[in-house]
């Protein structure tokens, strides 16, 4: 995936790579790295590509399917009137169960994964006096 200024990337395991930001992790010993974090979008991409680093985690556990590694891209633009036209995210899992398998985690964790259902179902923000 290539990707926009908007763009973040998270990951963990044998696919941890360079991030800006770092986070302690309950399913890996390292911790999770992910960035850039520079601005809102960037933070709320984030905020996707976390919940759904962490639910790989825990649904492979659930099915008995190991993972060693995990990387999430997440993308998104906007308007001119900076409403969402919508946020993807790809991920690339390291292994050693059968296509099959990665295929039932990732259908879980797309069913299952709170952020991502929080903004498909839409959500008031309001300031507070």
Do not use: K
């Not at 992910?34 to 825990?58: E, F, I, K, M, W």
């Amino acid at each position: 995936m290539d990707l926009s200024p908007f763009g973040v990337r998270a990951s963990a395991g044998t696919l941890r790579g360079p991030g800006d930001v770092r986070l302690q992790h309950t399913w890996t010993e390292e911790g999770v790295v992910a960035g850039p974090a520079t601005n809102g979008a960037q933070v709320l991409h984030l905020s996707v590509a976390l919940c759904v680093l962490n639910d790989t985690y825990r649904e492979a556990r659930r099915l008995g399917i190991p993972i060693d590694g995990i990387a999430v891209e997440v993308d998104g633009g906007f308007d001119d009137g900076w409403r969402s036209t919508g946020i993807e995210y790809a991920v690339t899992l390291d292994s050693t169960a059968p296509a099959d398998d990665l295929a039932r985690v990732s259908a879980a964790v797309d069913d299952a994964a709170e952020i991502p259902r929080a903004i498909r179902a839409g959500a008031r923000v309001a300031r507070r006096e």
